[in-house]
């Protein structure tokens, strides 16, 4: 008797699909950081541009074809949240990139081995952030919000009531 083949739960299909989009991304930002190095920018420099391009064209894919979640009308507001995510996960990139390449030892120095290391901290920290930021609930809620801040247009001030008229003072013609 054949078993028929139980689908991936949801849940590790997106870890799949983000895992996916990481790995595009982590090719263009190898690419940018060893075309960064052999134009002659500095380490940092170099890592810098590789994590801004990486971030943005992560943010493409996780964004059309990991969540589902881009539209039109959702696009700058998603992008600014998952901007917002990834300075987080890419500041600790970097930090661990820096702090590797600074020990100055054989192995952990080596640029591709901070590069990985300081990749796969990013990875997981952007991963939650996504999932559960920026293309969850939370992040639902976080872009209408902005899209009602950046987008609307300001109102009018409503007219104020009619006020009673001010009382009579004394020995004025006024009753």
């Known amino acids: 008797m054949e078993e028929a083949a139980v689908p991936p739960r949801p849940r590790r299909r997106l870890l799949a699909k983000f895992t996916g989009a990481a790995l595009v991304g982590f090719a263009f930002s190898a690419v940018a950081l ?3 190095l052999q134009a002659g920018l500095r380490g ?3 890592r810098l541009i590789a994590l801004l391009l990486a971030m943005h064209v992560t943010f493409l894919i996780n964004g059309r074809f ?3 979640a881009l539209t039109r009308a959702r696009f700058l507001p998603l992008w600014g949240a998952y901007v917002a995510n990834s300075a987080v996960g890419n500041f600790c990139n970097y930090f661990v990139f820096l702090t590797l390449r600074s ?3 054989p192995v952990i120095s080596n640029t591709d081995v901070a590069f990985l290391a300081g990749s796969v901290t990013a990875w997981a920290i952007n991963f939650l952030g996504a999932r ?3 293309f969850g ?3 639902r809620r976080l872009a ?3 899209k009602r801040l950046a ?8 007219p104020s009531p009619p006020r009673a008229p001010a009382p009579a003072e004394p020995g004025s013609s006024r009753r």
């Open 151 to 158: 987008f609307s247009r300001p109102s009018r001030p409503c």
């Open 44 to 46: 940092w420099a170099a």
């Open 137 to 139: 609930g939370l992040g």
């Open 34 to 36: 060893h075309l960064g």
């Open 103 to 105: 020990t100055h030892r």
């Open 132 to 134: 559960y930021l920026v």
């Open 66 to 68: 990991t969540f589902n």
């Open 144 to 146: 209408a919000r902005v």
